[in-house]
């Protein structure tokens, strides 16, 4: 893993080996230039006896490069004064003291993870089981209420009343088309109320209905649908009777709508409102079967211009009726077919595969002939390869293109018939006067379906009409189809944060009459919403520790519980899909227990692993205990992770003459010490922003949140049932705890005579303590213990813990007192009582930097007692030291992540807790390639980055429709070009911008949105595996250094001193460490693609069906213009009179009965 610089040279790792004094200036003796030709790194494997003669060449410097030993015995006096300051402030012994006297004011509970885990999943299981039972009575209810519904052909809009949930938007909008129209006599006019658990405004009377924009409100179809689903909300409410932690209750129909209770205004988008139900991630999972799709895109030279553009974005919208069960590929024929992409078979249709599809579609270009043979062959070869990961359930070919002749029956003949197990849709785009007749005939002669888009418009409405081709069998299969799934997470449309959504399709029972066959279509899909934070709540927490936690994942490995999954920004349109390997880093025992918990088997293993801090700056190794169970009834599995030292914990057990105290928590003699009266003497108390009791105001600001717990704690008795005894004991407890270590340590002591700035503790139960009160105005650290790095890091390191500032605080101006920067140094304290280990409490200091800057040089200097430094005589040799010699020697301190600590260097200071290689590159690079430190490359796909400026599309679409002299000849293309050409014209301004180029997440209704989701690159370094003292040589010539580094005991420092440079002729080799972007969205796509991951898809598939009626294959309709119509506003136009465009009725070719 060494990087090699490209003008330097540096030794391998080895053994220590004995120190080179070399003279400081002039050339070294006995080292050969460049020119020479001769090895570099020679001298330092001499024996030592043969190179005395060269340390004493004539002409050397007074001053040489120290001895191994006596850099040695600097660390060991280092070691020493680091162990004394905490061993007299940082109260690690008297704490375990303090914990043993009161032992008869806690219990030590044990977390047995078996047990735990089967009963955080069977809470789980009776949660969503009730949600799949409410699921059930909507779609038995929806499939008997459309049954009974009479179908009205005269239906008119004021005979339907309803709230529409975006009227609220539409009327404040003085250009909305309704408002022109007038058509607002039949939307309701509700009031709402603020519901938290919604985090909206709702009302539980009412449903609220949501029509897509591109579907008009008036159509016969959407007023039919309109009357009979208002039957549904009676039984939304006596759901929510039922059950009253019911959240969004909705169901989505086949044509667009969507009814969901309870009412609330829809969110108004910030451009465009592209919301359609049928798009959404738990519409696409529950409306059919896996799918295996092919997409063929004809690239002959006669689509051009505007119809190559349609075929592009339709595409991209045909891939975003995809979901992570489905797998797919795309490519582009002619003459020959070839992939868009670097895909050369199907892949995963998952987020990221997905975007190189529709980067790679914008680089096609039209040439060539037309050859279906040669894009149908291609398509059915990936269909038919076995050799590669796929869903094996639906396989389908999607063909867009602007016509042709040949029905390339041959290749149906060799591929698909007589079984027709592949079905194949074919898409006209464009207008043209091209005959139809052979793509309708490959799509009814393979079980598809033919459609027709001519414009914009048109496009994600036929991209997505095909599902309910693919609903065919799961209707027919009846009640072995009604099966509920569980979705991935995704961010709820109406603001409920992330959630998942239990899924049922919804059947037409219907038949066309008497002995008729079954209706095969489905109505849509009932949904049900379970909001994340609900099921973390039935999660344990706090018990489990600072680094102890629950996750789960589902069958494609993406996590549905875990601590790192906290996405930057969302995308409406995209679920939030975060494989358990990225949550985590990767290694082969986290491989193998994915794999046993998608397979749905139970399992326990305990493993040494690599783990990201939470300020994401440090690698630890350590020890985890993986234990997991399957959810039942659902496709998740539930696992726990627990740290050794958690499989205890303390539980506070207040006494029965405190608890039979019948007067408020605040006269309990403990509680004093929370009060900011006792500040002064007793230090400053930060408790953590946790739920004690239910009543109890929230508030970033932790003077405020404390203020609020007081408030509240002079109510409240210690048996309280409106809070969690549990947490609120624990606070009690650690805050006598920490008290008593005021008073017997802290209080008694001077930290200026130690150049300390303060000491503190923190503890399981949420107290941070920290001394003297002034401290407490400089200190940034979380006042939730879990969430403090500090913390967490030093469970799980031995030792005492170096944390320098991050460099972003140090460019902050300083405000501290006479400028000071500290540097925290921590603790864990670990007890053992009766043979059970816990570690309950982390103690430290925090050091001011300028005074253990100037303590440092001392340290690492030759003084043998505290008289002032002694310098060597022009005739004496003597070795240099990092007090007396700091213009010429480099020493520093070095924490366990590669962050300056300390330096000899005063112009150094303020670059504490920068990254050394940013200080010192040569050195770093000299460090990292001996081994000193490995490093690890990871990738955030969570991350948010600012929008990148617009590409040089401003200019209006290029390639209009051009026609031939045959079209001039043909009557009806001056129909569909005057069509057309209003179409445009129309569009161009209104939509070409908003939809073409608009951000999604903007476009679906994220006003907040300024950021969009990308993948950070993140680097990180750590020890490697050299711990003993070591010199090496960094080679360059007449800029060579010399360096020493040694590990400092029970630390996380690296103790380096150096030469410094004589000239930056080596200063090429830069590492890196602070996180990139990367354009290409993380590793290499098509590299990954060759090593998918392990996942399985849902167990159930249906695609055929004996009974399919086949002969409802599409027609192409069309809707003739009015001749009048179109010249009138053609005129307008003209006049510069932009008129609204006319609602877009689309007639499914499958009448809905």
Not at 345 to 372: D, W
Not at 654 to 665: A, G, T
Request: proline residues 6%; hydrophobic residues 35%.
């Amino acid at each position: 893993m060494a990087v090699p610089a490209r003008t330097c040279g540096a030794s391998r790792p080895g053994p220590a080996r004995t120190a080179l004094p070399w003279p400081r200036r002039g050339p070294r003796p006995g080292v050969r230039s460049p020119a020479s030709g001769s090895p570099r790194l020679l001298l330092l494997f001499l024996p030592p006896l043969l190179l005395l003669p060269l340390l004493a060449a004539p002409g050397a410097s007074a001053y040489s490069f120290p001895q191994q030993h006596t850099m040695q015995h600097w660390a060991r006096r280092l070691e020493q004064e680091i162990d004394g300051v905490m061993r007299i402030f940082g109260g690690v012994q008297q704490l375990q003291e303090i914990y043993k006297d009161n032992r008869n004011l806690f219990e030590v509970q044990e977390n047995e993870p078996q047990k735990l885990v089967e009963k955080v999943a069977g809470d789980i299981e009776s949660l969503l089981d009730r949600k799949v039972q409410a699921l059930k009575r909507l779609a038995d209810a929806a499939e008997n209420f459309q049954k009974a519904h009479r179908w009205q052909d005269n239906i008119k809009e004021e005979d339907i009343v309803y709230y529409d949930a975006k009227a609220d938007a539409e009327l404040d909008d003085p250009e909305s088309e309704d408002v022109e129209r007038g058509s607002k006599a039949s939307t309701l006019r509700l009031d709402f109320i603020e519901d938290s658990n919604f985090k909206n405004k709702v009302n539980y009377s009412y449903t609220a209905v949501q029509i897509p924009t591109d579907i008009y409100k008036g159509s016969t179809i959407i007023l039919n649908e309109l009357n009979w689903t208002e039957a549904l909300e009676n039984v939304f409410t006596e759901n929510r009777r039922q059950d009253p932690t019911l959240l969004w209750q909705v169901f989505g129909s086949a044509t667009g709508v969507t009814r969901y209770y309870p009412a609330t205004p829809w969110r108004a988008p910030k451009k465009i409102d592209l919301y359609d139900v049928r798009r959404r991630p738990w519409y696409i999972q529950g409306a059919s079967s896996p799918k295996d799709m092919v997409i063929i895109v004809d690239v002959s030279g006669s689509v051009s211009g505007l119809t190559l553009k349609l075929m592009k974005t339709s595409v991209c919208e045909m891939l975003d009726t995809l979901s992570d069960d489905d797998y797919v590929n795309v490519a582009s024929f002619n003459e020959k077919a070839q992939p868009v992409s670097c895909f050369t078979h199907l892949v995963q249709a998952n987020v990221r595969n997905k975007k190189v599809f529709k980067e790679a579609v914008q680089g096609m270009v039209a040439k060539g002939t037309t050859g279906y043979k040669a894009g149908f062959e291609y398509a059915f070869d990936q269909l038919q390869n076995s050799n590669i990961t796929r869903a094996n359930c639906n396989k389908m070919i999607m063909m867009f293109t602007d016509g042709g002749e040949d029905r390339v029956q041959d290749v149906f003949e060799k591929y698909n018939w007589p079984n027709r197990t592949v079905r194949v849709f074919t898409f006209s785009v464009g207008q043209h006067n091209y005959d139809v007749t052979p793509l309708q005939w490959m799509a009814c002669a393979n079980k598809g379906y033919y459609f027709e888009i001519p414009s914009i418009g048109a496009i994600r409405i036929n991209t997505q009409e095909y599902l309910d081709v693919l609903g065919r069998p799961m209707v027919l299969a009846g009640k072995a189809a009604k099966q509920v799934q569980w979705t991935n997470v995704y961010e709820d449309a109406l603001g409920l944060g992330l959630v998942v959504t239990g899924t049922l399709p919804v059947f037409n029972l219907t038949q066309d009459g008497p002995g008729e066959k079954k209706n095969q279509l489905i109505l849509g899909v009932m949904g049900i919403d379970v909001a994340l934070n609900d099921i973390k709540r039935l999660t344990p927490n706090y018990t489990l520790g600072a680094n102890g936690y629950v996750f789960a994942i589902d069958l494609n490995g993406y996590v549905l519980l875990h601590p790192n999954l906290k996405p930057q920004t969302t995308n409406f349109r995209e679920p939030v899909t975060l494989d358990f390997l990225d949550a985590e880093l990767e290694d082969e025992n986290k491989e193998e227990i994915r794999r046993s918990m998608i397979d749905g088997n139970k399992g326990h293993k305990q493993i040494r692993t690599l783990l990201k801090s939470l300020d994401e700056r440090y690698i630890d190794e350590v020890m985890r205990n993986y234990t997991w169970v399957p959810i039942r009834s659902t496709n998740y599995s539930l696992g726990l992770v627990l740290p050794p030292y958690s499989t205890f914990y303390l539980q506070a057990n207040l006494s029965d003459q405190i608890l039979q105290v019948k007067l408020p928590i605040s006269k309990l003699k403990d509680f004093e010490f929370l009060l900011p009266s006792s500040f002064e003497s007793e230090g400053h108390v930060f408790i953590a922003p946790r739920e004690y009791c239910k009543d109890l105001n929230a508030s970033d600001n932790n003077t405020e949140f404390l203020r609020n717990f007081i408030e509240l704690m002079e109510k409240v008795t210690p048996d309280s049932k409106q809070c969690n005894n549990f947490l609120l004991h624990n606070l009690i407890l650690d805050t006598g705890i920490t008290q008593q270590l005021v008073e017997r340590v802290w209080r008694d002591q001077d930290l200026n005579t130690y150049s300390l700035l303060a000491v503190f503790a923190a503890t399981d139960g949420g107290i941070t303590r920290v001394f003297p009160n002034k401290a407490a105005e400089d200190w940034t650290e979380n006042p939730e213990p879990f969430n403090a790095s500090f913390y967490r890091r030093s469970l799980d390191n031995r030792g005492y813990v170096f944390k320098p500032p991050p460099q972003d605080a140090l460019l902050r101006p300083l405000e501290l007192e006479n400028d000071t920067v500290g540097i925290l140094v921590s603790t864990a304290v670990e007890l053992n009582l009766g043979g059970r280990t816990l570690r309950p409490a982390v103690v430290g200091v925090k050091l001011d930097l300028e005074a253990w800057a100037e303590k440092f040089k001392v340290l690492a200097s030759n003084r043998t007692h505290q008289d002032q430094p002694q310098k060597c005589g022009p005739n004496s040799h003597c070795e240099m030291d990092c007090e007396v010699n700091n213009e010429d020697l480099l020493c520093v301190l070095i924490d366990d992540g590669g962050f300056l600590v300390l330096s000899n260097q005063n112009h150094q200071w303020d670059q504490v807790g920068r990254f050394f290689s940013e200080v010192d590159a040569n050195l770093m690079l000299a460090l990292y390639n001996n081994s000193f430190y490995t490093r690890k490359e990871s990738y955030d796909y969570q991350a948010a980055c600012a929008p990148q400026p617009p590409g040089n599309l401003g200019a209006a679409p290029r390639g209009i429709f051009v026609p031939t002299i045959a079209d001039f000849l043909n009557l009806a293309w001056w129909t569909s070009a005057a069509a057309w050409s209003l179409f445009q014209q129309l569009l161009y301004g209104l939509i070409y911008h908003s939809w073409f180029q608009a951000d999604p997440a903007e476009a679906e209704g994220n006003p907040e949105a300024r950021e969009s989701s990308c993948v950070m690159k993140q680097t990180q370094y750590y020890f490697g595996s050299v711990n003993a003292s070591y010199n090496a040589i960094i080679d360059c010539g007449n800029c060579s250094r010399l360096f020493h580094a040694q590990r400092l005991t029970n630390t996380n420092l690296l103790f380096v001193v150096a030469e410094k440079p004589l000239c930056s002729q080596c200063e090429a080799g830069r590492l890196l460490q602070k996180e990139t972007h990367c354009p290409a969205d993380g590793p290499e796509q098509c590299e990954l693609v060759q090593r998918p991951r392990y996942r399985r898809g849902p167990h159930i598939c249906f695609d055929y069906n004996a009974t399919e009626d086949t002969s409802d294959c599409g027609r192409g309709a069309s809707f003739p213009p009015s001749l009048g119509v179109l010249v009138s506003l053609q005129l307008l136009l003209l006049l510069g009179l932009p008129p609204r465009p006319q609602p877009q009725v689309h007639a499914h070719a499958s009448h809905r009965p």
